[in-house]
């Protein structure tokens, strides 16, 4: 079976430890474990918990308290509406695995995780693609959605919010969705590894909690600044969830008994690392925003949720030569725009979500590089 190369993690695997400034990263600057413990205000006792831990497979599916905790973040999720797995993307590749079959017909946005269209694809499907547009703040247009789909429509594919652009669907704009997939009796499958990150702190809602055949996707990792947990999970429809479990006995025995317990821990003290991480945002998109100001032939889409902005520059020069001129000056590391498809090759994605002064420093860097490329027009 042929699979696309992953564009975005075959850039960052190639690059992302090789540089001295990281302006692709796409956590907000991540915690440490004694961090985390010192936000739960329980560093001792659940340090004694991980000393005395055995390290078994543990609950095969999640510990009950980690299933409950992840289905308090929704509205009307419940333990049967849960599973775990390691990482965001393993839930998206399992709830794939579920669903798709060859022949069947995915819509799916574009720009975005590449994962979302390019395993559908290499399981057979058709996938058509929502582009989203510049001049339309990257947001989906329903018009259009509506003239893609058809009765075989087995799955409609967001991402809310938007990487690489940071765009973000409002209630309103997720409910015409919903209407959509509706009429055809489709699927609306979201990846909401940014959901809780809304820069004016007042988050979409999500799919789960409004479509009966909605499924989301989401981690530790972009909203609590804990990939190295690698523990992400799926909230959908209770017989979903079982035909999950049916395939998860073929990838995953268990997602770790210290990964349990530290994500119940980390849920637990989700509005102390929400703030965190949101003042982390907040400062360094104000930073971001004034430079983009600044200079002239950069302009983007300003984010409105999660930790990267699409950056579109004026310049006469390819955006994977763009970016690997600029790791050899100086160590800077940007995301070529290509990765996302060659519709997208005079564009840069930024991840800026990380210490102001850091970022700034960053950003001064590229600035200096751009006056090399005005001198050579």
Known sequence: MYIEPFGVEQWMNEWETKVITNLAETCVDSLSAGALLDLSGRREEITRQMMDLRLSYGDILGSEELLGAIASIYESAKLENVIVMNGGSAANFIAMFTLIEPEDEVICVYPT???????????????????????NSFLPDIAELKKLVTPKTKMIIINNSNNPTGSLMTDAM???????????????????????LAHDGVCASSVADMYEKGIVSSSLSKNFSLAGLRLGWLVGPRDFIKEVTNRRDYTTISCGRIDDLLGRVAIQCKEKILSRNLGI????????????????????????????????????????????????????????GVCFGPEFDRFLRIGYSYEPQALKTGLGKVSDFLRELEKGR
């Open 174 to 196: 997720l409910k015409d969705t919903i209407q959509v997939a509706e009429s055809v009796g489709a699927w609306l499958y979201c990846d909401e590894a940014y959901r809780l």
């Open 113 to 135: 995780y590449q994962q979302l269209y390019s395993i559908p694809r290499a399981f057979g499907a058709s996938v058509k693609l929502l582009r989203l547009r510049y001049e």
């Open 281 to 336: 945002i907040r400062a360094c998109a104000n930073v971001l925003d004034e430079w983009v100001k600044s200079e002239p032939c950069i302009h983007y889409v300003k984010p409105k949720s999660g930790t990267t902005a699409f950056l579109q520059y004026d310049y006469d020069i390819s955006s994977e030569d763009f970016c690997l001129r600029l790791i050899e000056r100086d160590g800077t590391f940007l995301l070529p």
